[in-house]
């Protein structure tokens, strides 16, 4: 049971360039989550999803777009990188109320 | 707005001596889940408290949720090195009839041997 999986695990981009972030979960989750990490900051909430074909923005969703075209996939977009988007970035999904089940994260870096 | 506050924000313990973090809510929470975090990995889920004044245990792992439902802690007994990481509780809030848990910032346990 692979859980959670998230690619790429490390990306370096140059400001304005744009890409896409990929989360796959194999345990039928009905819930979705995008989260950025940054030192002192704790977990962040970008975006997430309570369903296939549903999204909703989180805490911190500026800059940011995703989808969530099938139920077992979750996609987080940049679409002009900036300097301020390097974060570690951990893709999460559960049932209804449970405990999160998390990716092992990516590492961008915007320069 | 939604939030919940850890303290302290880091800890530094000899091994072999106790620990405690502390996380509160602004609002009464239904129910409140602890996750630990290594250096350089991922969130884990440790366990989730839903009734007021429970304590759960995991060996040397405690688990309380206050009476009120606005605040838990997590003691530690006895640190070891492997206890070393972030922890994280957080509370489920509700948005436009949507359900998700907003983080603390967490407590980053040292355990010097």
Known sequence: NAGVTQTPKFRVLKTGQSMTLLCAQDMNHEYMYWYRQDPGMGLRLIHYSVGEGTTAKGEVPDGYNVSRLKKQNFLLGLESAAPSQTSVYFCASSKRGAGYTFGSGTRLTVV | ?113
């Open chain 2, 1 to 113: 707005g939604q939030q919940v506050m850890q303290i302290p924000q880091y800890q530094h313990v000899q091994e072999g001596e106790d620990f405690t973090t502390y996380c509160n809510s602004s609002t009464t929470l239904s129910n409140i889940q602890w996750y630990k975090q290594r250096p350089g990995g991922h969130p884990v889920f440790l366990i989730q408290l839903v009734k007021s004044g429970e304590v759960k245990k995991q060996k040397r792992l405690t688990f309380q949720f206050g009476e009120a439902k606005k605040n838990s802690s997590l003691h530690i007994t006895a640190t070891q090195t492997t206890d070393v990481g972030t922890y994280f509780c957080a509370g489920p809030f509700t948005t436009s009839g949507t359900y998700k848990y907003i983080f603390g910032t967490g407590t980053r346990l040292k355990v010097l041997a």
